[in-house]
């Protein structure tokens, strides 16, 4: 029974560092950005098959990580009780929850309609004047909600870690506010050497 706790631990802990699917979106949209022209057919395609395919490896990852947690409980010594009755792992839920339905929102509603701007279009094709304005308000709201992602990704990383043991309240708030800092300049920049 302790291996198999074990490796429902290993593929938790995966699952979640899979889900960092956000962060390398915004990575390639910035990148895309600092390209400085307003639609090129082939860096346009490429970044949004990037961020329409990573959904379903998204997906899976998140999956992966409501299951195993789910299994943890029921083999582990928490028993399935924590999953209402801690509040660490409730909020952890929650928030895995959150991510799944935003990730749907955004799978199912915001790309098909970026999409729709770009499936006429092929390399040689002549860009209409007002496409890239019409798709801005879409990959807007998709890059402050990727950004949102990464936030709550990070946050459920921070009560994880305290699943067993909790940190001192001050250290959660900092560590929450300094993942909420990350996914902020994550969004605005392109984070060349990793943190900065």
């Not at 395609?45 to 490896?57: D, V």
């Not at 990852?61 to 999953?83: D, K, M, R």
């Not at 798709?135 to 998709?142: D, E, G, I, S, T």
């Not at 959660?172 to 943190?195: A, C």
């Amino acid at each position: 029974m302790e291996i198999l706790y074990d490796i429902l631990i290993f593929f938790h802990v995966i699952g979640f560092v899979f889900m960092s699917i956000p962060l390398f979106n915004l990575i390639v949209v910035n990148e895309r950005a600092s390209l400085g022209i307003s639609f090129n057919y082939y860096a346009d395609r490429y970044m949004e098959n990037i961020i329409k395919n990573g959904a379903y490896r998204c997906y899976i990852f998140q999956s992966t990580v409501l299951l195993t947690g789910v299994l943890l409980l029921i083999f582990g010594p928490l028993g399935i009780e924590a999953l209402w009755m801690d509040w660490i792992i409730l909020i952890k839920t929650i928030l895995l929850l959150s991510l799944m339905g935003m990730l749907s929102y955004v799978h199912f509603k915001l790309q098909p309609k970026i999409e729709s701007f770009l499936s006429d279009l092929g390399p040689n094709s002549e860009v209409p004047d007002n496409l890239v304005s019409q798709m801005k308000p879409y990959r807007v709201r998709r890059k402050k909600m990727a950004t949102f992602c990464l936030f709550l990704v990070i946050t459920t990383i921070i009560l994880g870690l305290q699943v067993y043991d909790t940190f001192n309240p001050f250290l959660t708030i900092i560590l929450i506010v300094f993942g909420g800092l990350f996914s902020l300049k994550v969004n605005k920049t392109l984070i060349r050497f990793g943190w900065i």
